[in-house]
Protein backbone atom coordinates (compact mmCIF):
# COMPACT_ATOMS: atom_id res chain seq x y z
CA UNK A 1 0.00 0.00 0.00
CA UNK A 2 2.83 2.50 0.90
CA UNK A 3 4.49 1.92 -2.69
CA UNK A 4 0.83 2.66 -4.63
CA UNK A 5 0.55 5.97 -2.36
CA UNK A 6 4.38 7.01 -3.69
CA UNK A 7 3.25 6.28 -7.17
CA UNK A 8 -0.27 8.15 -6.74
CA UNK A 9 1.87 10.92 -5.32
CA UNK A 10 3.98 11.49 -8.07
CA UNK A 11 1.25 10.84 -10.48
CA UNK A 12 0.83 13.18 -13.12
CA UNK A 13 -2.02 13.37 -15.47
CA UNK A 14 -2.21 13.29 -19.59
CA UNK A 15 -4.52 13.27 -21.81
CA UNK A 16 -4.68 10.01 -23.68
CA UNK A 17 -6.78 10.19 -26.72
CA UNK A 18 -9.97 12.85 -27.63
CA UNK A 19 -12.36 12.21 -25.44
CA UNK A 20 -15.42 11.30 -26.48
CA UNK A 21 -18.03 10.47 -23.25
CA UNK A 22 -18.88 13.30 -20.59
CA UNK A 23 -19.39 12.36 -16.96
CA UNK A 24 -20.89 15.10 -14.49
CA UNK A 25 -19.48 15.18 -10.39
CA UNK A 26 -19.75 17.45 -7.84
CA UNK A 27 -21.32 20.44 -10.09
CA UNK A 28 -18.55 20.01 -12.98
CA UNK A 29 -18.55 18.31 -16.60
CA UNK A 30 -15.64 16.13 -16.94
CA UNK A 31 -14.13 14.56 -20.36
CA UNK A 32 -12.77 11.17 -21.08
CA UNK A 33 -11.83 9.40 -23.96
CA UNK A 34 -12.98 5.25 -23.91
CA UNK A 35 -9.99 4.32 -21.88
CA UNK A 36 -11.05 6.62 -19.29
CA UNK A 37 -14.95 5.41 -19.65
CA UNK A 38 -13.35 2.13 -18.77
CA UNK A 39 -11.18 2.71 -15.70
CA UNK A 40 -14.51 4.57 -14.34
CA UNK A 41 -16.39 1.41 -14.95
CA UNK A 42 -13.76 -0.41 -13.42
CA UNK A 43 -13.38 1.58 -10.53
CA UNK A 44 -17.23 1.06 -9.34
CA UNK A 45 -17.01 -2.65 -10.21
CA UNK A 46 -13.37 -2.87 -7.91
CA UNK A 47 -15.32 -0.88 -5.09
CA UNK A 48 -18.42 -3.04 -5.52
CA UNK A 49 -16.62 -6.11 -4.82
CA UNK A 50 -13.84 -5.27 -2.64
CA UNK A 51 -17.02 -3.57 -0.48
CA UNK A 52 -18.80 -7.08 -0.86
CA UNK A 53 -16.02 -8.69 0.53
CA UNK A 54 -15.18 -6.49 3.12
CA UNK A 55 -19.18 -6.02 4.37
CA UNK A 56 -19.18 -10.38 4.44
CA UNK A 57 -16.19 -10.17 6.32
CA UNK A 58 -16.99 -7.73 8.95
CA UNK A 59 -21.11 -9.52 9.44
CA UNK A 60 -18.97 -12.56 9.56
CA UNK A 61 -16.95 -11.60 12.52
CA UNK A 62 -19.81 -9.88 14.45
CA UNK A 63 -18.35 -6.36 13.37
CA UNK A 64 -21.05 -3.48 13.18
CA UNK A 65 -21.79 -1.92 9.86
CA UNK A 66 -19.15 0.74 9.18
CA UNK A 67 -18.12 0.88 5.42
CA UNK A 68 -16.03 3.99 5.96
CA UNK A 69 -13.91 2.48 8.29
CA UNK A 70 -12.61 -0.09 5.97
CA UNK A 71 -8.97 0.07 4.76
CA UNK A 72 -10.19 -0.48 0.90
CA UNK A 73 -12.45 2.13 1.38
CA UNK A 74 -9.93 4.77 2.66
CA UNK A 75 -7.56 4.11 0.14
CA UNK A 76 -9.76 3.31 -2.95
CA UNK A 77 -6.97 3.11 -5.17
CA UNK A 78 -7.18 -0.68 -5.92
CA UNK A 79 -6.85 -1.03 -9.53
CA UNK A 80 -6.02 2.10 -10.20
CA UNK A 81 -2.92 2.18 -13.05
CA UNK A 82 -2.32 5.98 -13.41
CA UNK A 83 -3.44 6.85 -16.75
CA UNK A 84 -7.15 8.22 -18.14
CA UNK A 85 -8.46 9.64 -15.01
CA UNK A 86 -7.51 11.91 -12.24
CA UNK A 87 -6.77 9.82 -9.23
CA UNK A 88 -9.50 11.57 -6.97
CA UNK A 89 -12.28 10.65 -9.70
CA UNK A 90 -10.82 6.90 -9.58
CA UNK A 91 -11.58 7.19 -5.96
CA UNK A 92 -14.64 8.80 -5.95
CA UNK A 93 -16.33 5.86 -7.93
CA UNK A 94 -14.59 3.16 -6.43
CA UNK A 95 -15.95 4.43 -3.17
CA UNK A 96 -19.37 4.60 -5.00
CA UNK A 97 -19.05 0.89 -5.81
CA UNK A 98 -17.67 -0.20 -2.18
CA UNK A 99 -20.55 1.41 0.19
CA UNK A 100 -23.16 -0.65 -2.37
CA UNK A 101 -21.01 -3.65 -2.26
CA UNK A 102 -20.84 -3.50 1.52
CA UNK A 103 -24.31 -2.96 2.28
CA UNK A 104 -25.03 -6.28 0.02
CA UNK A 105 -22.44 -8.22 1.54
CA UNK A 106 -23.15 -7.13 5.08
CA UNK A 107 -26.98 -8.21 4.51
CA UNK A 108 -26.14 -11.07 2.68
CA UNK A 109 -28.22 -9.98 -0.16
CA UNK A 110 -27.99 -8.53 -4.23
CA UNK A 111 -29.81 -5.45 -4.36
CA UNK A 112 -26.92 -3.55 -6.38
CA UNK A 113 -24.60 -6.50 -7.62
CA UNK A 114 -24.72 -10.12 -8.43
CA UNK A 115 -22.07 -13.00 -8.18
CA UNK A 116 -20.98 -14.63 -11.37
CA UNK A 117 -17.57 -16.55 -13.01
CA UNK A 118 -16.33 -16.47 -9.65
CA UNK A 119 -16.43 -12.44 -9.19
CA UNK A 120 -18.71 -10.05 -7.92
CA UNK A 121 -20.01 -7.06 -10.05
CA UNK A 122 -22.35 -4.32 -10.06
CA UNK A 123 -25.63 -4.39 -12.00
CA UNK A 124 -25.54 -2.88 -14.70
CA UNK A 125 -28.74 -0.31 -14.13
CA UNK A 126 -26.67 0.83 -11.00
CA UNK A 127 -23.42 1.28 -12.84
CA UNK A 128 -25.42 3.50 -15.23
CA UNK A 129 -27.10 5.29 -12.20
CA UNK A 130 -23.63 5.87 -10.27
CA UNK A 131 -21.44 6.80 -13.47
CA UNK A 132 -24.03 8.55 -15.80
CA UNK A 133 -21.73 8.48 -18.78
CA UNK A 134 -22.84 10.24 -21.62
CA UNK A 135 -21.12 9.60 -25.14
CA UNK A 136 -21.24 12.82 -27.59
Known sequence: MRQDQLRLQSFNYYDYGTPDYRYYRNG??????Q?????LRQAVNAGYEEGFNA???DQQDGWRFDPQNSDAYLDASYGYDGYYVD???YQY???EGFR????DGYYGR???GSYSGGRYAILGDILNLI???RRY
Do not use: I, K, P, S
Request: hydrophobic share 30%; glycine share 10%.
Open 35 to 39: YGADL
Open 28 to 33: QYYNVN
Open 55 to 57: GQA
Open 93 to 95: YFR
Open 110 to 112: NQY
Open 131 to 133: LDL
Open 87 to 89: VAD
Open 100 to 103: RGYE
